[in-house]
């Protein structure tokens, strides 16, 4: 199955052993954009918060990380003794260098039990080690040794030096993974007006907290007008979107319906136009080189899902981007390869398939048919959110 290349690294593969639900799954040749469907507690959420938690080890620490998530035991699967995995293969294109990375933690230490990185240049077949940790010593590139204390990851700690370029462009990959999830009320609080940016200001708040902030800094700019004009497509009476300095100190977004002669502040705007904007900021400027989100389609019309979709993929000329969706319509806009179905087996822990391996799906979407329609109808097999286990 060929993959499309896109500029920047990809994550092509994930293997996840004793992550809370998902005890032991793999996910291989993920796409640009890669959507995860299926009922609720299906494990889609997890998948998410394992790269956030692989991404906030590397910029804090594996305790710092762990502790937001109640502890090391708290993330480790039911009924599970051995410690918790994860494994991250990527793809650097165009050159296809790629990079392979391997953490093992155990639950009642903080401390890595192991991990590895390891590369493999275009054209080559084998991997070669850059570094290869255990308790906290180990080898670079096979040659020179390293003890790295507490909990810190060798990852990090080699990765901001210079002389390991190979480690250290595998840390910016990973440390460039931002996470998706619109909290309306945060973005219609605004934020104080003394608050500064630039016209290279990013997204960073995963919430949306500072959506104006960034609206404020592209005003006036060729990339703010295009902006305005995906969110018209998709909310037609739209006529624009301004960011207003209160009386009260603070910057909040205003918006004007072509039947009104006022615009309207964000409080009295619904909360499916304000999401819709949040991420089509989001994906425009995060600067990510991984963007996750979830659940897009909350608070947004069914008839909107489907082109919402093509704009995530759009989204992905500037790195990848993988959501986890409920929506059928969304579906509808994704490929088979693009697509994993997720649900519980009769163990009770996450299971996955790729749409592009079902048999039966693919024949009906030969035959016509929509990915979306084919999974409400029960075509996956697996994933019906009223069937006990399937």
């Given amino acids: 199955m060929n993959r499309p290349l896109v500029d920047g690294p990809v994550i092509t593969g994930l293997a996840v052993r004793n992550y809370r639900v998902l005890r032991d799954v793999t996910f291989s ?14 494990g889609k959420s997890t998948v998410l918060d394992v790269l956030a938690f692989l991404s906030d080890a590397v910029e804090d620490g594996v305790g710092s990380a762990a502790a937001r998530r109640g502890g090391l035991s708290a ?6 003794s051995g410690p918790v995995e994860v494994t991250v293969e990527c793809r650097f294109a165009p050159v296809e260098h790629r990079y392979r990375y391997r953490l093992r933690l155990a639950v009642d230490d903080t401390t890595p039990v192991a991990e590895i990185l390891e590369q493999r240049a275009a054209g080559q077949t084998d991997w070669q080690p850059l570094l290869d940790f255990a308790g906290g010593s180990g080898a670079v590139y096979g040659r020179t040794r390293e003890v790295i204390e507490g909990d810190l990851l060798a990852l990090d700690t080699l990765g901001r030096l210079s002389r390991f370029d190979g480690i250290k462009r595998f840390r910016q990959f990973v440390l460039g993974w931002r996470n998706v999830d619109i909290d309306v009320a945060r973005v219609r609080a605004g934020v104080p007006a003394g608050v500064t940016g630039s016209r290279n200001s990013l997204w960073r708040a995963p919430d949306g907290a500072d959506l104006v902030r960034v609206l404020r800094d592209l005003e006036g700019t060729g990339e703010y007008d295009e902006l305005i004009r995906d969110l018209r497509r998709l909310v037609p009476k739209l006529e624009s979107v301004r960011v207003e300095h209160t009386a009260e100190g603070r910057l909040l977004i205003r918006l004007k319906d072509r039947t009104f002669d006022e615009t309207a502040p964000s409080d009295a705007v619904s909360e499916g136009t304000l999401k819709l904007l949040a991420q089509l900021v989001a994906i425009r400027r995060s600067g990510a080189s991984v963007l996750t989100v979830e659940e897009p389609e909350n608070n947004v019309h069914p008839k909107l899902h489907y082109p919402l979709a093509e704009d995530f993929r759009r989204g992905t000329a500037s790195g990848q981007i993988i959501v986890a969706t409920h929506s059928p319509r969304f579906v509808d806009a994704v490929r088979p390869d693009e697509l994993w179905t997720m649900y519980r087996g009769e163990d009770g822990y996450a299971r996955v398939r790729r749409a592009a391996d079902l048999p039966r799906v693919t024949a009906m979407l ?20 009223l069937a006990d286990s399937r």
Avoid at 29 to 42: A, D, K, Q, R
Avoid at 75 to 80: D, E, I, K, V, W
């Fill in 75 to 80: 993330l480790r699967s039911f009924g599970s």
């Fill in 366 to 385: 030969e035959a016509g048919g929509a990915l979306g329609d084919l999974w409400t109808e029960g075509y996956f097999g697996v994933g019906d959110p």
């Fill in 29 to 42: 040749e993920l796409m640009p954009l890669t959507v995860l469907l299926g009922p609720n507690g299906s």
